[in-house]
T-cell receptor
Framework: ETGVTQTPRHLVMGMTNKKSLKCEQH?????MYWYKQSAKKPLELMFV???????ENNSVPSRFSPECPNSSHLFLHLHTLQPEDSALYLC????????????FGPGTRLLVL | EDQVTQSPEALRLQEGESSSLNCSYT??????LFWYRQDPGKGPEFLFT???AGEEKEKERLKATLTKKESFLHITAPKPEDSATYLC???????????FGTGTSLTVIP
């Protein structure tokens, strides 16, 4: 499989559930990103990892917890989410943090009830 | 304050009717400007990167241009399959910060 893949593609969860989003890149990149996309708003950068190390956390609530076990895989662990967290969550990768042509996955559409 | 503004918010074109989308930006130092295409329910698909004023890039019916204050995405003789949301993003030199616009939703009517 090529490019950036994300699973699941759709997720419905209650506010008390715990779930995880998975991202995998097959591009040999060293930087990976999580974004949140809500209607009528610009993409919001959530987390950045470069060579498996977290380099940015843009004031994201602690109910979102990222994990990057290696340069190819990125997870976003979710717990006690709120309805306003419903959005499209996008994963992206780039060659490194300074080389910023980012390639995106298809996203996970999350609905919090 | 660094920011990106795209206009118009939405655009409806007849098939074959050429037009341009605008991306205005303010950033203290530009490292790069990026155009993406996004179809409903999918992730953004990379189109172009522009690095300096005067630079132009083309792909099929699309042509992107860059000045010191804005970028245009020109669409020549569009087809219905060009319907999508087009996103612009800029990367600032300071801190490698990345800023996205809200996009232009393009609909091409047969």
């Amino acid at each position: 499989e090529t490019g950036v893949t994300q699973t699941p593609r759709h997720l419905v969860m209650g506010m008390t559930n715990k779930k995880s989003l998975k991202c995998e890149q097959h591009l040999g990149h060293n930087a990976m990103y999580w974004y949140k996309q809500s209607a009528k708003k610009p993409l919001e950068l959530m987390f950045v990892y470069n060579f498996k190390e977290q380099t940015e956390n843009n004031s994201v609530p602690s109910r979102f917890s990222p994990e990057c076990p290696n340069s190819s895989h990125l997870f976003l662990h979710l717990h006690t989410l709120q309805p306003e967290d419903s959005a499209l969550y996008l994963c992206a990768s780039s060659r490194d943090r300074g080389q910023e042509t980012q390639y995106f996955g298809p996203g996970t559409r999350l609905l919090v009830l | 304050e660094d920011q990106v503004t795209q206009s118009p918010e939405a655009l409806r074109l007849q098939e074959g009717e050429s037009s341009s989308l605008n991306c205005s930006y303010t950033v203290s130092g530009l490292r790069g400007l990026f155009w993406y295409r996004q179809d409903p329910g999918k992730g953004p698909e990379f189109l172009f990167t522009l690095y300096s004023a005067g630079e132009e890039k083309e792909k099929e019916r699309l042509k992107a241009t860059l000045t010191k204050k804005e970028s245009f995405l020109h669409i020549t003789a569009p087809k219905p399959e060009d319907s999508a949301t087009y996103l612009c993003a800029v990367q600032a030199i300071a801190g490698n910060q990345f800023y996205f616009g809200t996009g232009t939703s393009l609909t091409v009517i047969p």
